[in-house]
């Protein structure tokens, strides 16, 4: 494509061969001139110094990055011509010439033929189409020239200058294969065949470069497949290397010659479009070629014995004239594709502002989450749980992040903190507040039966969580207060490896701690797992109470609910118990335990012990 390096190559040159034909060409004038032969070679230098000053203007012509694909191409044509041209004067230099047998300038410019063919051979490299014509320009008249000499000697000099052309011709086209496979090496990858992502953040470095003149835009698809992480782990880096290069193949083939393309590493791959007006271009074009490459790549791939089903995600970002850098873009393109990956992968976004501010807030807060927690920022908060009678019976430990003069809800960040891997100090660190607290109001004379911790499922999945707990429980709590502990947890578990996560809880159960299932019904559940986790509590999630009040929604599922819990013998907590009227269609319905603004929000465990203490 863009063959950026020999343009500047040869644009380099330009005023090297303009030096070496004046001077040379002018000392030939003057030795003309000494022998009264000079009128040939001063029509010839007037030709060599009009072809110099055009040389010139195309070496001030040429922009690096800047010129677009048509106009470099223009460029490179005339540059050509130049180059042609101004060794064509040398060979006419020779013709007019080569019959100066008396004053001997022959001799002169047999050997500027011959030099001139070197200098062609070792400056002029890079490109065949350039070297090639020219030496032959250079030497196949001087082989003629011997050739008619008509005698024995001018006969082998004839054939010995072929083979001097043939020798030239092999040399500078090795170089210029060697130069090629360099060239070739350093701006692709070697596995699939694309361009690196060296050659393409210059490429794209020098695209917005030029689109800062041309006022005209382009767009950047990035495409990372789904899951190719679990084919090269399972079926090993063969098939996944394999797989890799059936889908460069596949890119290449669907995005022809109108995109630079590119393996970033790993499985992720980028596409440039060529730049095009404003209003030719429109974002609907490049959802639609991003759709089809989608639905190219899930095709069916057949790799050894293997059928395998790969989808990706791809981010779209649109590039134009604007001040950003080139990371600037990636990056932009990176947050598109990771929104597709987060909305289920196997699909497209396209950038947009919007979509910018909400990760810019997730890093803010990812960050002073951090601090917050340094800072033992975040407490926990409880709320009361009651039984029909409206007792206090328990509480669930609820974390609060206190930012300045504002509370950060823990929907916000608990999933933050869920990603970044920080639940798993933070959860550790409210297991031992809430185990404090619960000594504590056991001291101070609070009866509640029924103590409730939120537990992430990346706490379970944690090595020796068991065993920390066990610690703990040591450390805090004697049996009696042991049993009055539910760890909650949500459905979320069963996405994850069951049986690693029924072995911890199971540990965990040895030391007296209970099981709720938080949520319940909002997520994986389904009755055989249900059987498969070792929990003795459910706990009815809030939207279901909230639909009791809404008239046309579903009131089945409470009900339902209910009697899943009794065929397995659990008990079952409703939240979000807002109303009387909820409160009392769940007593109907059998529920045990029940907790919501009815009764109170999350409070503080002063205000707790102060509330509901003896
Ligand atoms: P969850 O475990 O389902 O907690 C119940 C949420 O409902 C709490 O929100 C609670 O304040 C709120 N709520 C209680 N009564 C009512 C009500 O009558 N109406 C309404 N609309 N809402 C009510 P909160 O405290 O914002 O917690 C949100 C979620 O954050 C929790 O949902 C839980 O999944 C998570 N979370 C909270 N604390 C922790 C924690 O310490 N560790 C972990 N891993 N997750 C936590
Ligand atoms: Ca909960
Ligand atoms: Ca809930």
């Known amino acids: 494509m863009f063959e950026e390096k020999n343009y500047q190559f040869y644009y380099n040159q330009i005023i090297l061969i303009i030096l070496l034909s004046l001077l040379p060409g002018l000392v030939f004038v003057i ?45 490179y044509g005339n540059v050509k ?72 000697y001018g006969y082998v000099l004839s054939l010995f200058n072929l083979f001097f052309l043939a020798i030239l011709l092999y040399a500078s086209n090795s170089t210029y294969k060697l130069i090629r496979m360099n060239d070739y090496q350093a701006k692709h990858d070697m596995l699939t065949g694309l361009y690196n992502r060296r050659y393409f953040l210059t490429f794209l470095e020098n695209l917005m470069k030029r689109l800062g003149k041309s006022k005209k835009v382009a767009y950047l698809l990035l495409i990372d497949l789904d899951y190719f992480k679990t084919i090269n782990d399972s079926l090993g880096h063969d098939v996944g290397d394999k797989v890799l290069e059936a889908v460069a193949r596949r890119i290449k083939n669907y995005a022809k010659k109108r995109y630079i393309i590119a393996r970033f590493g790993g499985d992720e791959f980028v596409l440039l479009s060529l730049e095009r007006k404003v209003d030719e271009y429109s974002i609907d074009d490049a959802y639609a070629f991003a759709q089809g490459l989608l639905s190219l790549l899930k095709e069916p791939y057949r790799i050894q014995q ?17 001040v950003t850098s080139t990371n600037e873009f990636i990056k932009e393109a990176d947050i598109a594709m990771y929104e597709a990956k987060e909305k289920g992968r196997d699909g497209i976004i396209v950038f947009n502002e919007a979509l910018a501010k909400r990760v810019q807030i997730y890093h803010e807060t990812e960050q002073k989450l951090y601090f917050a927690f340094r800072n033992r920022n975040i407490v926990l908060y409880y709320q009361p749980l009651f039984d029909k009678n409206k007792r206090v019976v ?47 109001w056991d001291q101070e004379g609070i009866s509640i039966q029924h103590f409730a911790i939120n537990i992430s499922v990346k706490q379970l999945l944690v090595e020796r969580f068991a065993e920390q707990i066990e610690i703990l429980c040591e450390q805090y709590l004697c049996e009696e207060r042991r049993n009055k502990v539910y760890f909650e947890v949500t459905e979320s578990v069963l996405a994850e490896d069951i049986s690693r996560i029924v072995t911890v809880m199971e540990k965990i159960k040895k030391l007296g701690i209970r099981f ?99």
């Open 81 to 152: 011509i130049f180059y042609y041209a101004i060794f064509s004067l040398w060979t006419l230099l020779f013709i007019l010439y080569a019959a100066e047998v008396e004053s001997k300038l022959h001799y002169i410019v047999i050997f500027t033929q011959i030099t001139s063919s070197v200098v062609a051979s070792v400056l002029l490299v890079r490109d065949r189409k350039i070297f090639i014509p020219i030496l032959l320009i250079l030497l196949l008249p001087l082989s003629l020239y011997f050739f008619y000499i008509d005698t024995l």
């Open 306 to 322: 293997h059928r395998l089903y790969i989808s990706a995600s791809i981010g779209i970002k649109v590039i134009t004239a604007t």
């Open 31 to 75: 030795l003309a001139w000494m022998h009264q032969v000079v009128g040939g070679s001063l029509f010839w230098y007037a030709l060599l110094l009009v072809t110099s000053i055009w040389g010139m203007q195309l070496k001030y012509r040429y922009e690096a990055g800047v010129m677009d694909f048509d106009a470099l191409s223009q460029w």
């Open 516 to 614: 709720s299932m938080d949520d319940f019904g909002t997520g994986y559940s389904s009755l055989s797992h249900l059987k498969e986790l070792p929990i003795d509590q459910i706990k009815i999630d809030k939207s279901f109470v909230s639909y009791l009040s809404q008239k046309d929604l579903d009131h089945t599922m409470v009900p339902a609910i209910l009697s899943i819990a009794k065929l397995f013998d659990l008990s079952v907590v409703a939240e979000g118990v807002e109303t009387k009227e909820q409160f009392d269609f769940l007593i109907e319905q059998g529920c045990d335990f029940f907790q919501g603004y009815y009764f109170n929000k999350a409070i503080s465990k002063d205000e707790f012990l102060f509330l509901y203490g003896r």
């Open 394 to 440: 328990g509480s669930e430990a609820l974390v609060r992040w206190k930012d300045n003069n504002r509370y950060i809800s823990p929907e916000i960040f608990i999933p933050i903190a869920e990603k970044t891997g920080l639940i798993v100090d933070i959860g550790y660190y409210l297991l031992e507040e809430a185990f404090k607290t619960l000594v504590e």
